[in-house]
């Protein structure tokens, strides 16, 4: 197996994934083009997320803002059209500097950051679009609005903060069934009347694809094993 960090290898992991998507959404009947895929670049050096914006890949995220401000500036200034979104959590004394780099901030989950992003955005003109992100494991120690909490938070992301929520996100627990974990965050959004669910990573894609996933996080997948 080629090596998983040369730069061919992440133009045939793409490939190779694009058929997985493919696949994926005629198996659940949903039309094709409807799951993007974001390639998450955490880690990983900006020559491989140069292999894959020359393989044709414009969605990224990044789970940290330093890391993304020493990376893609000079990436996207070589292609205007990649889009960059944020799926780690936010301090809130970053909100301004998150909302100056990312296209997307997918870990909303609390009111005090919710207020931050929301000043950023008077001040800058920016809006990137907004996820609320829901702990759907009632885990004590993650990140995310428990899920009995959500449907209020959403209300106040809208109306106190005016923020441009457009969906939501989940990481599921570690060792339980995801599909659970997918199909409650699937229920939340609906009910909530949101179209985008950033849901599924590399190994359980295809279920998350299954149960409604508009954006799909694959990292390994595509870069092979995390550096550091
Ligand atoms: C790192 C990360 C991913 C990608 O995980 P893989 O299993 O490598 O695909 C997805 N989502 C979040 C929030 C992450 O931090």
Redesign the pocket.
Known sequence: MEAPETLAGVAARLAALRARIAAAEAEAARSPGSVEL?A?A?THPAELARAAIDAGQRVF?E?RVQEAKAKWPALREAAPDVALHL??PLQTNKARDAVALFDAI??VDRPRLAAALARAMDRTGRRPACLVEVNTGAEAQKAGVHPAEADDFIAACRSTYGLPVEGL?C?PPAGEEPALHFALLAEIARRNGLARL?MG???D?ETAIQLGATHI???????GP?RG
Do not use: C, D, Q, Y
Request: a positive charge.
């Open positions: 974001v998450v955490k995220a789970n799926i780690g997918e870990t996100m990481i950033s990573m590399t190994a894609f996080r694959l990292g390994t997948a595509v870069f995390r």
